[in-house]
């Protein structure tokens, strides 16, 4: 097991890729803290990973909020025993060109997407230089590297979460605490249908990006858990202020 006595934190773990990292990586012997807003779903994540045999227990608030960062680490570390790695995968999507972004949806999108992702990283400094380092991994999106059309305060927001990645690698890489983004294309997750204007139907969403992946194919959120377990596994353990796409080629074009 690539995971086996590590202890772990996930952000947005009620749903999609967050979810599925975490159910993963307790599968692969990590003790897992399910974060989110909603309890019941929370507490259905910690559920099934419990039924499965595996160690973990729910924290819910707001990333937005600002004292949930710390207080979640505070509490998620000591039900853990300690930290050796922190998932944020919390984000919100708008979709909205830049001429069309409000200043409240710009405002949301970053007080979740950047905001929430900074505070979970400062507070689990302290916490992973105290197991002698670890693994940071933010979920950052292939709209962090290239531009897209009609969302441009996605983009703006997951291209900061790449410097923020970068800089704290920087910051703790000889304390051996590494900090690493992963960037996907489109994924099969609720986030994918919702947000989009009247008529748009989930067909014509998965139609315009296949349209756009080499690959042709749009994965589910397992996959890119697949790459998250590798980079909070110490089999990556020379890797730090990566930004790693998993988009089917969509960024080589
Ligand atoms: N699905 C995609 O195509 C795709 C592509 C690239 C990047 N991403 C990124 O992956 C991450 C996970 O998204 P997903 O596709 O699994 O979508 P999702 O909507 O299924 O999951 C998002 C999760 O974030 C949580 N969340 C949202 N706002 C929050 C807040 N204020 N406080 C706490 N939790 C909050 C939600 O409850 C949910 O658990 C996001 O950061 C997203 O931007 C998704």
Not at 51 to 75: C, H, K, N, R
Not at 206 to 217: G, M
Request: glycine share 14%.
């Amino acid at each position: 097991m690539t995971l086996a006595g590590k202890r772990i934190i996930v952000t947005g773990s009620t749903s999609g890729i967050g979810r599925a990292t975490a159910i993963a990586a307790a599968s692969e012997g990590a003790s897992v803290i399910i974060s989110g807003r909603r309890q019941p779903e929370a507490q259905a994540c910690v559920d099934e990973i419990v039924q499965a045999g595996g160690v973990a227990s729910a924290i819910t608030g707001d990333v937005a909020d600002p004292s949930f960062g710390e207080q979640l680490i505070a509490q998620g570390a000591a039900w853990l025993g300690g930290l050796d790695g922190v998932v944020n995968a919390a984000g919100i999507i708008v979709r909205a060109t830049a001429e069309a972004t409000s200043d409240d949806d710009w405002a949301r999108q970053m007080a979740v997407n950047v905001d929430g992702t900074f505070r979970v990283c400062r507070a689990a400094v302290s916490r992973l230089r105290a197991a002698g380092g670890g693994s940071i991994v933010n979920v950052s999106s292939t709209c962090g590297t290239v531009g897209a059309a009609g969302l441009a305060g996605y983009c703006a927001s997951k291209g900061a979460v790449i410097s923020l990645t970068q800089a704290m690698a920087l910051e703790h890489g000889a304390e051996q605490i590494r900090v690493n983004a992963v960037c996907p294309g489109a994924i099969e997750t609720p986030m994918l249908a919702g947000g989009h204007d009247d008529g748009v139907t989930i067909e014509d969403v998965r139609a315009a990006n296949l349209a756009s992946i080499p690959q042709n194919r749009i994965p589910g959120p397992e996959e890119v858990a697949d790459l998250i377990l590798f980079l909070l596994s110490d089999r990556s353990r020379h890797i730090t202020g990566a930004d790693l796409a998993i988009d089917g080629g969509y960024t080589a074009q």
